[in-house]
């Protein structure tokens, strides 16, 4: 039987009896956390514990932990970091390592509290006209260079246990608005796009998941990529992309118009999962009706991202703290 083609997320800290029983007859793929579902070790451990014995088997649970702005958990549950984009410039030539490093840490925490996806890493390549909302979150302006450090990225989540979520496809670089409060548009010939924007993904095709960019890319479509086919079959097909792919949530300002509507057609143009953060039991209900089952392919992708899940190596933790610091001159944390 297909997973429900969404990933959703909990009121509180612990699921409610409503939620369990809305959870077991929609079996939505995944969960993501946010700030209010986290409070203590016991209690996030024990949250995931809710999800997955309300959906009956160990489905992933995601989060955003970035470093620097975007990061869910903080001190004393995680390291703070400073923004990926100060990282890899105070790094410089160590970069890749300094980051494998980082999100080494990062995954071994998340680990240990029974979360096994992060929605990292970001291939977006910045310019100089990126909204302040996401450049600080990137990792350079060549996209040769992001590729290489988001590659690094990548094998220190697999290597701890956790599941990479690569985003933003086909590229958020050149968005001059905050897709969270508005629809950015990319005026960008597709040439200037293929040499860098797209390049940077093609380089990381391979991975298991892949998160949507809600921006319309203007040379292409008038439709946000999200629920673009025109898009979807850019990433598929130029870009090479055959992971899982979830759109980004659904309920920010960019996606204008009704949560079921937003799912429906995202799954149409081709996404395999629609993502769904910070709604309402009613609108969770509505987005899982209108989303369904996976599709045969979805579902296939879904089995080939779960079979990337392994267990975490070893890590001395002390080791890596040491030799990031000595790759950073000491300026490791936020």
Sequence with gaps: MAYGATILDA?????TADEKAFFRDADPFGFILFARNL????????????????????????????????????????????????????AGEEAVRAMYLRYRLIAHELHTLGIDSNCAPIADVACAETHPFLKNRCYGTDAAAVARIA?????????????????????????????????????????????????????LN??????TAHLVYEAYDDRPATTSPVMMRLIRERIGFDGLIMTDDISMKAMQGALAGNARASIEAGCDVVLLCNASLEERISVADAAGSMTEAAQTRADR??????????????????????????????
């Design 11 to 15: 009121e509180g800290l612990r699921l």
């Design 39 to 90: 409070d203590d070790v016991e209690q996030i451990q024990a949250l995931c514990a809710d999800f997955r014995e309300a959906v009956g088997r160990n489905c992933p649970i995601t989060i955003d932990q970035e470093g620097g702005r975007v990061q869910r958990l903080l001190a004393p549950l995680a390291r703070e970091w400073q923004p990926p984009l100060d990282h890899v410039q105070l």
């Design 151 to 203: 590659r690094a990225v990548a094998a220190a989540h697999l290597d701890g246990g956790v599941l990479p979520v690569l985003k933003h496809i086909p590229g958020h670089g050149r968005a001059t608005a905050d897709s969270h409060l508005d629809l950015p548009h990319v005026a960008a010939h597709p040439a200037e796009l293929e040499d860098s924007d797209f390049a940077a993904f093609e380089a």
């Design 206 to 211: 391979d991975l298991p998941l892949g998160m």
């Design 305 to 334: 991202a779960l079979e990337a899940r392994r267990p975490p190596a070893a890590l001395d933790i002390l080791g890596a703290e040491r030799e990031l610091a000595a790759l950073m001159g000491g300026q490791v944390y936020g």
